[in-house]
């Protein structure tokens, strides 16, 4: 059973820095791009980052440009979100997201989420 | 940027109804289109992508239709576990960026 955990959130101070993790497991992690998707309190989904299989190839949303990093451990199947200079409009509940077996592009498995709450 | 909206933002149904729900892209994204059902507190869930492709396990009740701009998702005949939150996907951008319609709250009338 495919399995994505999230962890890593919580409540942090504007212009902290936080990291989270994506624990994945019953699938062949290494074959699979990932991604993290986010969302706002009572708001829509946000698309944040993208990262091939091998991590050679890494995309980011304008809006966390310059201040998330987004990143990989195949041999741990873990992904992560490093995430600098966070604002309150960083507040979201994070989820990590599989590529579709099936097409590129869809995102076929989603990880429960990790709140992040950005507050003084 | 490619800009998606859905509409209506917002309706009520009743178990049994057919339920169309609309999707539109600001440019033309082939059929680079999935869907995503979520409920309260869970993880949005894929329904369809390729416009109109059923992923595995998903009722056959749910299709999806269109191409190029103007996009739809169908429930034939509205069920109790229906009442969710639907979202249109773009991935014509794939992998440079991905984006999401507003969403779609169905709720019970």
């Known amino acids: 059973e495919v399995q994505l955990v999230e962890s890593g959130g919580g409540l942090v101070q504007p212009g902290g820095s936080l990291r989270l993790s994506c624990a994945a497991s019953?699938?062949?992690?290494?074959?699979?791009?990932m991604n993290w998707v986010r969302q706002a309190p009572g708001k829509g989904l946000e698309w944040v980052s993208y990262?091939?299989?091998?991590?050679?190839?890494?995309y980011y949303a304008d809006s966390v440009k310059g201040r998330f990093t987004i990143s990989r451990d195949n041999a741990k199947n873990s992904l992560y979100l490093q995430m600098n200079s966070l604002r309150a409009e960083d507040t979201a509940v994070y989820y990590c997201?599989?590529?579709?077996?099936?097409?590129?592009?869809?995102?076929?498995?989603w990880g429960q989420g990790t709140l992040v709450t950005v507050s003084s | 940027a490619i800009r998606m909206t859905q509409s209506p933002s917002s309706f009520s149904a009743s178990t049994g109804d057919r339920v169309t729900i609309t999707c539109r892209a600001s440019?033309?994204?082939?059929?680079?289109l999935a869907w995503y059902q979520q409920k309260p507190g869970k993880a949005p869930k894929l329904l369809i992508y390729a416009a109109s492709t059923l992923q595995s396990g998903v009722p056959s009740r749910f299709s999806g239709s269109g191409s190029g701009t103007d996009f739809t998702l169908t429930i034939s005949c509205l069920q109790s576990e229906d009442f969710a939150t639907y979202y249109c996907?773009?991935?014509?951008?794939?992998?440079?960026?991905?984006?999401f319609g507003p969403g779609t709250k169905v709720d019970i009338k």
């Open positions: 440019q033309g994204i082939s059929s680079y």
């Open positions: 990262i091939s299989s091998s991590s050679s190839t890494i």
């Open positions: 019953g699938f062949t992690f290494s074959s699979y791009s």
């Open positions: 996907q773009q991935y014509y951008s794939y992998p440079r960026g991905f984006t």
């Open positions: 997201a599989r590529d579709s077996q099936s097409a590129a592009g869809p995102f076929d498995y």
